[in-house]
Nanobody, 125 residues
């Protein structure tokens, strides 16, 4: 069983930055593709970014490309999401997720096996 705990959310003004972290325990972190998803008010959960097992490959939602960067530290069992130039439409609960079975940086929510509890990001205009 894999446990994921997100941190780093908060309130920020538009144009500002936040760095989200996700700490994993209970498994072999380097064997998992990792992803970040978000769910805004009244919206479905959507893909934001994903990173391969050793960080070679990354994948991003089009609207965050150039603003967000996903990274991981397998020695510390953590994955990060650096978010710059934040916009009000980035407001959402952000979740990290682990994909233990596939071998690609999936955008598909159903392919992820373990989820954190989420961290709130609010961007004011």
């Amino acid at each position: 069983q894999v446990q994921l705990v997100e941190s780093g959310g908060g309130l920020v003004q538009a144009g500002g930055s936040l760095r989200l972290s996700c700490a994993a325990s209970g498994g072999t972190f380097s064997r998992y593709e990792m992803g970040w998803f978000r769910q805004g008010p009244g919206k479905e959960r959507e893909f934001v970014a994903a990173i391969s097992r050793i960080g070679t490959y990354t994948n991003y939602k089009d609207s965050v490309k150039g603003r967000f960067t996903i990274s991981r530290d397998n020695a510390k069992n953590t994955v990060h999401l650096q978010m710059n130039t934040l916009k009000p439409e980035d407001t959402a609960v952000y979740y990290c997720a682990a994909d233990v079975n596939s071998f690609h940086t999936s955008e598909i929510l159903a392919e992820y096996d373990y989820w954190g509890q989420g961290t709130q990001v609010t961007v004011s205009s």
